[in-house]
Structures are given as structure tokens and as C-alpha cells.
């Protein structure tokens, strides 16, 4: 199968590139360094020549509402249209655990790009995963004044990234599936606690401050939103954060 990948150097992407590369398949990147920008199409027709399937785990930095969606709608559609012209017989897409509870700007751009999805007449798979073990060190670096990192109290499920790009591999490989069974860790966990293990294995000397955020958005974080809590049909993932971070962050 040669499986098109949107994101391939992301923390997602280059799992499912190695992945499918280690099952068989022929992986074809969609990035600015081959020529291709998922927001306006350019370089991207020539790429999508043969391709089975496109994955797409795209992310942006943009949080508020016009930036995601706006990224998130036009990559979309962008990607469905020229799968479409290329004979291209399925999306598949990776979204997030409960972003129908929390208002917040990057969740209503996964929304839009899910509701894109399910609206259009490409054949379509969506996998929502819970935050990946990765998110920890990521939140030591959203406000950091002097030594201090302020982390949002965020009440998660991690999982391995790794274990995600095995589950979009698998969807690839099964065809149009529309939106299947969530994924999420073994455990749960608070990110700030996260945060403060990951800055002393690493020994980055960051000292946690957690921060709760305002807001309805605030509260759905804090209060297990982003979890599988109550999800019987949820799949959980094999490795632990603590595993993980024994392993340097390539435990999966």
C-alpha cells in the first residue's frame, strides 16, 4: 500500500512513517520540504500519484478559534479535494479525546475538521487520542519566567505516541472505518505533576508552577474531560508515562 503522510515529522507522523515503512508500505511525506503546502495545495497533485490512503496528523501553534480552524478547514480541504482528482480512497485523520467539552479555540479547529469529514463524500476514518506522553515537556515550555514553567492543572490520560501512529497504521490498512473506538493511556494523570518528573529526569531544572486555567474551558481540563473516564468502548495503550520515561521517550 503507499500511504501518504500529512504531519510525517511531527511527534505523530514520524511513528506512523516508521510504522507503515516496517509493515510493508511505501510512505510518501507531505511536508514543506517535499514541495507541498497543505494549506493551498501547491506541489501537492504530484505527490498524491498512486497513493491508497492519506494520513493526516497535522497540528498548528495557533490557539485561538480563527487560527485553528482556520488551518484546520483549509488543510482539510485541501487534502480531501486533491485526493479526490487523485483517485485517493481514504482520509484517515487523527483528532483528540473530548474536544465536544472543552470550548476552547484549538478544540473547536478539531471539530471543524472532523464535522468536514463526515460532511464530504471522501471515504473517511477518525481516531481521537488523549494528550501523549510528549505533552509533559511540551507544557514546561508555554509561559517560562526565569526558572519557573507555568504548567496548566490539566487532568490527563497520556499515551504513547508511538502506540497512536500503530492505531493509524492499523486504520490505513482497514479501509473507511468513519470514527472509531477512542485512545487513550493506561493511567491517568495530572500534567503539572508530569511536567515536574519529566524536568528531573531530563535535569532541566524547571521549577512547576501549576496554573488553572479560567474559565468553562479551565474546568472541563480539570475535571477529567480529557480522559476515557466513563468510555467502556475506549481502548487503552500498553505503556505507562513512567515507562516511557525510563526509556529516554521511546518506550512504545
Known amino acids: 500500500m503507499r500511504i501518504a503522510v500529512a504531519g510525517a515529522t511531527g511527534t505523530v507522523g514520524r511513528h506512523v512513517v516508521a510504522v507503515a515503512t516496517e509493515r510493508g508500505h511505501e510512505v510518501v511525506p507531505l511536508a514543506r520540504a517535499a514541495g507541498v503546502d497543505l494549506t493551498t495545495g501547491e506541489g501537492l497533485a504530484a505527490r498524491l500519484e498512486g497513493v491508497d490512503v492519506v494520513v493526516d496528523v497535522t497540528s498548528t501553534r495557533a490557539q485561538s478559534r480563527r487560527g485553528a480552524e482556520g488551518f484546520f478547514g483549509a488543510v482539510t480541504r485541501t ?10 480512497g481514504h482520509h484517515v485523520a487523527l483528532s483528540i479525546i473530548g474536544i465536544d467539552d472543552v470550548p476552547s479555540g484549538y478544540y473547536r479547529g478539531k471539530r471543524l475538521q472532523e464535522r468536514l469529514l463526515a460532511e464530504g463524500d471522501q471515504p473517511w476514518s477518525v481516531l481521537r487520542a488523549a494528550q501523549f506522553h510528549e505533552f509533559a515537556e511540551q507544557a514546561l515550555g508555554f ?14 490520560q497520556p499515551v504513547a505516541a508511538r502506540e497512536v501512529g500503530e492505531a493509524l497504521v492499523a486504520l490505513a490498512e482497514s479501509g473507511p472505518s468513519g470514527r472509531v473506538a477512542d485512545l487513550a493511556g493506561p493511567e491517568q494523570h495530572r500534567v503539572h505533576r508530569m511536567a515536574r518528573e519529566v524536568s528531573r529526569a531530563r535535569g532541566l531544572g524547571r521549577r512547576v508552577v501549576p496554573l488553572p486555567l479560567p474559565g468553562a474551558a479551565g474546568r472541563a481540563m480539570r475535571d477529567g474531560s480529557l480522559t476515557a473516564a466513563g468510555d467502556p468502548a475506549a481502548v487503552l495503550g500498553r505503556t505507562t508515562f513512567a515507562e516511557w520515561l525510563a526509556a529516554g521517550g521511546r518506550a512504545g
Open 143 to 156: 509561559v517560562r519566567i526565569g526558572p519557573f514553567s507555568l504548567v496548566p492543572v490539566m487532568h490527563s
Open 79 to 88: 487534502l480531501t479535494a486533491a485526493e479526490r482528482v487523485a483517485g485517493v
